[in-house]
Each structure stands twice: as structure tokens, then as C-alpha cells.
């Protein structure tokens, strides 16, 4: 549509020019032959008002190829091609860097390039995460909960029970003691860092999932950093969406609708035991 508009402006604007052309060129000729302007100058013997209308009329030749030559074959359909084939050209450098980088940064876990190796990994566990975030995606503040709602923490027990939960260090910080029936995966950089029996400890999310993939279900449980690199790989994701706006620290990262689906939306009014409006929501991969 906004390509046939600007090629009817394009003709109307040459239609234009033609009738200006016509009007100016016998303007010219009366100018000189009827009002005598410029009667005595010629050149080569010819009237100077034949190089004029020639001069123009070259103007309006190379308007007529601007719309029906360079336009047809420079078109949108072109520009797409060129595009394209630039997109293409930047997608082997992009593959080149890649390469460079597997190289020169093998323990970069958060980088695209590993990114990609999790989710070629043959997972036997199906991923989820499984979050809380107001609708400015706010999840935290000063590494504690914004809200308690009975329900939501009553859900994430129900989830997760009997099963492992990873999470990165400052979320592991935030329980006062582990959770009973699931198995906690704890995502530190700290080599001595302390915990008690039963938690585990790995250095990056990729050693965390293949720990846990013989868990038919493995949650992701936080924080926003642990969120980001789990969006990846994750299956499913599982969000209380709490319909409000919150200050907070702490983010969930948009939830991109081209590559997840919404599959269920359960909503609940407040009430005395829930001081706000929420709904419990299901992602899945398209």
C-alpha cells in the first residue's frame, strides 16, 4: 500500500512537470517571438530559447526514467534483496565472532554462543521457569519478595515439591532454610562457598541442568540473571503476574510473544488474604 502511494505521487508529480513543461516552453517562444525578449540572441543561428526548451526538456526525459526506469528496477522489491544479502553477509562475520569466541572466552557462560550449546544439549528434563513479577515485571527488592500472596507461595509449593530448584546464590540467601522435598542447585561463583547437606553447588547454569536431567521437571526459580540465560533453554514458563507497578531492583526480562504462547490464565480478585489483584499464567515454546 505505501509503496502504490508513493508511486501515484511520483506520476502525479511527473504529470505536473509535463504540463509546466508545455506552459513554459510556449511561454519562451512568446517571450521571444511576440514581447521580442531576447529577439537578438542566438546561438550557432539558432534561437536561445530552443536551448532553453532542450535544457528543460532534458530535465523531464530524466524525471521519466527516475519514475518508470530506476524506480522499477530500484524498487522496494530490490531494496529487500540488497537487504538481504547484507543480512546474510553480516550473518557469516557474526558466525566468524562466534567461532573467535569459543576460542579466546571458554568460561563466558552467560554468552550467546553457550547459550546456544545448553539448548542443543539432549535435555531429558523439561525446563521451567516459574516466577513472579508485577506488571512492570518488578520481582524484588533489596533481595526480598514486594508482596506475599498465600496463594502464589501455596502454587509454588504444589510445582516444585519432589523436585530440583535452581537458583543463583543472593535467591538461596533469601530462605532461611532450605525447602523441604526438593532438591536445591545452588549457581555460585564463591569456590568455598558453605551450605547446608543436600544443596548442591555448581558454577554455571549449563552444570545445573545436567544435574538435575534425570528430573522429569526442573524449575528455575531466580534470580534475574539466573531468569535471563534460563529464557534460552527454558520449556515452559510458569508467572504470577500481580496487577500492579512496584519500585524494585529487580527485573523479570520481557516475555517475547513471537516465541512464547500463552496456554492457561487463571485470575483472582483480592481479598482479605491477598492485598492485590493477580493471575497465574502458562508459557509454553512456540
Given amino acids: 500500500m505505501k509503496n502504490a502511494q508513493k508511486r501515484i505521487k511520483q506520476k502525479k508529480r511527473l504529470y505536473h512537470h509535463f504540463v509546466i513543461f508545455l506552459i513554459g516552453s510556449i511561454f519562451l517562444i512568446i517571450a521571444n517571438i ?10 550557432f543561428g539558432i534561437d536561445w530559447f530552443v536551448f532553453a526548451i532542450l535544457a528543460w526538456l532534458a530535465v523531464f526525459l530524466l524525471h521519466i526514467f527516475n519514475v518508470f526506469i530506476t524506480n522499477r528496477f530500484m524498487g522496494p522489491s530490490w531494496e529487500q534483496e540488497q537487504m538481504e544479502k547484507l543480512m546474510g553477509e ?12 569459543k576460542k579466546e572466552a571458554p568460561i563466558i557462560a552467560e554468552s550467546e554462543v553457550y547459550d546456544e550449546e545448553i539448548k542443543a544439549k539432549n535435555k531429558t528434563s523439561e525446563i521451567i521457569i516459574i516466577v513472579a513479577a508485577g506488571e512492570n515485571d518488578a520481582i ?57 547437606d543436600g544443596v548442591l553447588i555448581v558454577n554455571s547454569l549449563e552444570k545445573a541442568i545436567e544435574i538435575a536431567k534425570d528430573d522429569g521437571q526442573t524449575f528455575i526459580i531466580g534470580g ?21 507497578d512496584f519500585e524494585a531492583d529487580t527485573f523479570f526480562p520481557k516475555i517475547d510473544d513471537t516465541i512464547w504462547k500463552e496456554v492457561h490464565n487463571t485470575f483472582h480478585k ?15 515454546r512456540k
Fill in 270 to 284: 483480592k481479598d482479605n488474604d491477598h492485598v492485590h489483584e493477580f493471575s497465574f499464567l502458562t508459557y509454553v
Fill in 90 to 101: 553480516q550473518q557469516v562475520r557474526i558466525s566468524k565472532l562466534k567461532t573467535e569466541l
Fill in 140 to 196: 524484588g527488592k533489596d533481595n526480598k519478595l514486594i508482596w506475599h500472596l498465600s496463594d502464589d507461595l501455596k502454587r509454588f509449593k504444589k510445582l516444585t515439591a519432589g523436585h530440583h530448584i535452581i537458583m543463583g546464590r543472593k535467591t538461596f540467601e533469601t530462605f532461611p532454610k532450605p525447602l523441604p522435598n526438593r532438591t536445591h542447585v545452588v549457581i555460585t561463583r564463591q569456590s568455598n562457598y558453605q551450605v547446608p
Fill in 34 to 43: 511576440v514581447l521580442g525578449i531576447g529577439k537578438e540572441t542566438r546561438f
Fill in 224 to 244: 534475574g540473571q539466573i531468569y535471563k540465560q534460563a529464557l534460552a533453554i527454558a520449556d515452559k514458563i510458569e508467572i504470577t503476574r500481580v496487577h500492579a
